[in-house]
């Protein structure tokens, strides 16, 4: 079963609709439902089957029983879809009671954890005080980020050797690419040691395991006010 009942075809839709109508006639309760629901529902079946036989009928198919058929078709459909959403948001309602009332079960979503890998941080050039970095997962079959990851939070710190406490890093901010760049403000002195790290960030917002630090000598002068209006 790809799909709910009523969504089929005309034929799945009236068998659909008199299983549905049977089952909820005595059994409303169970499904969540009230006993106004399942009257009017059983109702629309009625009127469903009868037009239904009156259009396949070699010696009653007209145009006029066809359109009664298809508004019957119609009419039904949006009143299973309304109780649909209510059977499915009782959470007593068993995937095992959906499916026998030609319902598709529950939808399971795994939710995704957080990331468990740190990336590897490349620095691919260095141009002044501009950095262009590559970020990728550590395994070899696949070098983009890690699954289940949108981005990378990158960090920064500047001295002779990385600090031992995470909160001496600068933030440098966010990047959903694998290939970014940062740009050192003036206040960096050129020659100065830069230690850079990384962490996967989730959809969710997780954070991975930071990466092992990585170092480049700032090179070049100050940044043009140009530069850095840009």
Known sequence: MARNFYYGNGATVVAGSANFASLIATGFASYGLTSAQSTSFGTLNTALQ???????????RTRVTITTKNQAIKTLRASAILLAKIIYATPTVTDAQLVGLGLLPRSSRTPVPAPTTAPVVEVRSVSGRLVNLRLHSADSERRGMEHGARGANVYSYVGATPPTDPRDYHFEGMTTRTITQILFPNAVASGATVWLSACWVSARGQLGPASAPVNFTLQGGAVLPEAEAA
């Open 50 to 60: 009868s037009a239904y036989s009156a259009a396949i009928e070699p010696t009653t």
